[in-house]
């Protein structure tokens, strides 16, 4: 509950009872544990709402009565700390201080309005203390038969469920809350997608009945709708942000959490192209969203949003998206990004600072040159406003600037001497594919296992209708001589079909086309986003079949276990059978 501060070790108010007058020293001692338990009363708050915050967003009420908790318990402390310093103040003796503190607790009448003990009664006590002790006792048995009688009815009804036919749909458990395991994309347009090795899929017997996860996935859509650009800031000379607001004032209509996008979608030469985003702003501001794009000159969306989008036009966007996030639950958090992959890692830190996050913060960013240090002005205001956040910076180019920090790559020797005991520490990672590879390595060589590094990976910026190839970027490897030709002009022998269980379509199916493309060469309708694996949003069950997939990040391994596959990046040289 304490975080990193660590709770209060003794019974305080049953120590107040040893002490048999308010001496100097009493009263000293009295005063630091209390003021010790508002520090800890006040901080358990704060993380209590953090957490509550977190589990509405999630609609998950086990972590909303977790969180709950949490605050009350900060308040008990809050008040024990706060009633200790009124009764020191009024020189009350500690003896009387535990006993009006412990009569408070019980909701029991103060000391001179309770009945008169009886000498003589049962082991010494009075017969006031007996029959409060009674009634005491009496509710706790009834409060146990209650909840017998509870569970023996969810006992009957679990029962009379597992009883129910073969032919309905057997009831499967609801999908634990947690964290993902891997998250999805935002990042520089157009950079060059990870890609996690493939792996054929688990197919799903045929008479299987819709996963759980696939449930929970339709019940749990994002928002969709149009959004309007109240304010932008130029960042550096390629990067921009966008503040979008509820067109008709208030709140924005969707919550998210640290490190979750959107999906920008706009209707571009007869097409629609889509692009996510990470929201950079914090979840804490409400009225807001805000976005930060760098404009690729092969991005679709990025030079529509640079370009054409101006203060006071609409943008219609999906959100929230996303399970690259920080729930600030940890004692420490490093934040190491790269580019613009700084986003989602300001949208952390910028919540934490909000928050009042009373652990330790790293935060460290490399760029190719000062000029391109996104964020800099800001970060800066924020480290000399909150002594735990702490932020190293490096170029790869600083020459001819008046650069004088630390230049060349996110090295081992560099996350070394800016985070101590960095194997100790939650790590998240967000940034260009080869600058994330050299990171690993590096966390890995300085003893950071590998499940305490989180990582978001970016993907190209598709952007377009299916059909059409991603440009390659700048920055990624030439390509082979000569053009590609379009999507259209490749020719495909399909050697497979493809059936959809819903629709009641079949297409053809060749092995270098994936299920979401031939799904919309027959008018099939498959909800998708970043079309390259890493954000989730077109998973559909796989009936019959069995498939590869070249990246798979958006697709946690429990759903997959479960024949749940990517429909974006899904291939086949057999027959399929797909719920769509």
Known sequence: MMGCMGGPGRPFYASLLDMPALTAEARRAIEAEAERRIGWGTQAITSGQARLHHALAANDPVAVQQAAAGVREGLLLLESGTAALRAVDA??????????????????????????????????????????????VTFLVGTLLIQHARMRRINALVGRLSAAPAGGPAPGPAPAPGKPSEPPTDGPSGSPARVVGTAPVT??????????????????????????VAATFRE???????????????DVPFT????????????????????????????TRRSYVEVTVKREEQGLISRHLHDRVAVGDSVEVSAPLGVFTFMGEETSIVLIAGGVGITPMMSVARYLTDRSYPCEIFFLYGARSPEEFVFREELEYLQKRHANLHVA??????EGTAWMGATGPI??????RSVPEIAKRRVHLCGPPPMMEAVRAALAELGVPKGQVKTEAFGPARGVAPGTPAPLPTSAPAPSPGP???GDAIPRVATAEVRFTKSGRTGALAPDQTVLEAAEAIGVEIDYSCRVGICGACKVPLVQGAVTMEVEEGLPPEEKARGVILACQAKSVGNLVVEA
């Open 91 to 136: 020189g009350m003796p500690p003896r009387q201080l535990a006993l009006t503190w412990f009569r408070d607790q019980l909701g029991l009448p103060p000391a001179e309005a309770a009945p008169m003990a009886i000498d003589g009664g049962p082991w010494g006590l009075s017969w006031y203390h007996l029959t409060s002790m009674a009634f005491l």
């Open 203 to 228: 197919p799903a017997p045929a008479s299987a009945a819709p996963s759980p996860a696939a449930a929970t996935a339709a019940a749990r859509r994002p928002w969709s709708g149009a959004l309007r």
């Open 236 to 250: 550096t000379p390629t990067v921009k942000t966008f503040r979008l607001v509820e067109p008709g004032g208030g």
């Open 256 to 283: 998210f959490m640290p490190g979750q996008f959107l999906t920008v979608s706009a209707e571009l030469d007869g097409r629609t192209a889509r692009r996510s985003y990470t929201i950079a702003s914090s979840p």
């Open 393 to 398: 910076a490096t170029m790869s180019r600083a």
């Open 411 to 416: 090295s081992k020797e560099f996350i070394a």
């Open 484 to 486: 590609a030709p379009a």
